[in-house]
């Protein structure tokens, strides 16, 4: 098997999916045990991957068009040029890092023929090796179909599970200052409240059941982790609890927040980012899917319960007011307290 020195891996996605696509940089690694990796991401993602022991450098590229002008894209193209990549893996089969790639004459260049839809691209054109996914994408966990990608490569034939940046001393620091603000108790639980978009976000309601019964039955302290714009949100949740619910939205960053949820005894999800950079640390979670599966985005951790209604119509991708049982989509109504409770007292017990 030809050997690669150096390698940029193309991740224009969201935060999510970034984890996730650590799982085949793990396999990239076995492949190429002496090559360098540097990855290629959004800036607001750049924490998840800095200080990661499978990836040596990161490269940041504001990837919305009115950021881009054709000075900046040039200017990146030299610059990935000059480093002198002798292989280019895409995970987001995404035009122009595809076209950065190829303008910077990396020689070797892989992406997938499908890895989000089915449809088909042009963007292919640019890879000098297009990888086939054959499998069901909505039937088959999204790190596998990254991890595809490099098995079809390489002919490496593992698995592995994604890897999150090491949680630094001050991250440690960090969690234990916010968490000394909470009662004291013998439990921490965790809430992560708000999804990215409507059909991801469980009824507020809900959440107000699930931390009232959880109260009476143990001696548990809340908080809410999320985004800083998740903040009043958030708010509105515990403004309608009797408890006492700490709201720490907008207060860690990536690495802060693996942190947090690794000191937590038990953390209750929706289907956002932060779910996966929690199922690395393997803290006990039950995670609520709406519009979006399970059976693709099941967090990859022992320790994780789902629920889903499983209706006909996920999964979708349509907006709130476009769901046929809105203002209460089935998919996030039907997944009900008492099935949320049910398996965080399995876990808590």
């Known amino acids: 098997m030809k050997q690669y020195k150096n390698i940029l891996v193309n991740a224009m996605v969201n935060l999510g999916d970034v984890v996730l696509t650590t799982s085949a940089i793990a396999l990239l690694k076995k492949a190429y ?19 990661n022991p499978l990836i040596d450098e990161v490269m940041v590229f504001q990837y919305k068009a009115k950021d881009n002008s054709i000075g900046k894209m040039l200017g990146l193209v030299k610059d990935i040029k000059n480093r002198h990549f002798d292989l280019s893996i895409s995970f987001d089969r995404k035009l122009r890092p595809a076209l950065l790639c190829w303008l910077a004459g990396i020689p070797t260049r892989v992406g997938p ?9 042009k963007v292919t054109w640019l890879y000098t090796d297009v990888m086939h996914i054959a ?7 999204q790190a596998e179909t990254y991890q595809t990608i490099i098995r079809e490569f390489t002919g490496v034939k593992d698995h592995a599970e994604p890897v999150f940046a090491r949680i630094t001393d001050r991250a440690e620091k960090k969690a234990e200052e916010l968490l000394a603000r909470l009662p004291q108790a013998e439990k921490r639980i965790a809430l992560c409240v708000k999804g990215t978009f409507a059909l991801k976000t469980w009824p507020k309601a809900y959440f107000v059941e699930v931390v009232e019964a959880l109260a009476k039955r143990y001696d548990a302290a809340f908080f809410v982790v999320g985004a800083p714009n998740d903040r009043e949100y958030a708010d509105e949740v515990i403004a309608a609890m009797y408890q006492t619910v700490l709201n720490l939205c907008g207060e860690t960053n990536l690495v802060d927040l693996a942190a947090i949820i690794r000191k937590s005894d038990l953390l209750i999800t929706v289907d956002t980012g932060a779910t996966h950079i929690a199922a690395t640390t393997g803290v006990k979670m039950v995670t609520m899917y709406g519009c979006t599966s399970p059976d693709r985005w099941h967090p990859i951790n022992k320790n994780a319960k789902v629920l889903t209604s499983q209706e006909q119509c996920c999964p979708c991708s349509v907006r709130a007011e476009e769901c046929p049982s809105n203002p209460k989509p089935k998919c ?18």
Not at 135 to 141: G, K, N, S
């Open 33 to 51: 045990p002496q090559a360098k990796i540097t990855m290629l991401v959004k800036p607001v993602v750049r924490e998840a991957v800095e200080n």
């Open 113 to 121: 023929d499908k890895v989000f839809a089915d449809k088909s691209s």
């Open 135 to 141: 499998h069901d994408l909505d039937a088959t966990l």
């Open 332 to 349: 996030l109504w039907s997944i009900t307290p008492d099935m949320v409770l049910k398996e965080c007292y399995a876990l808590l017990n």
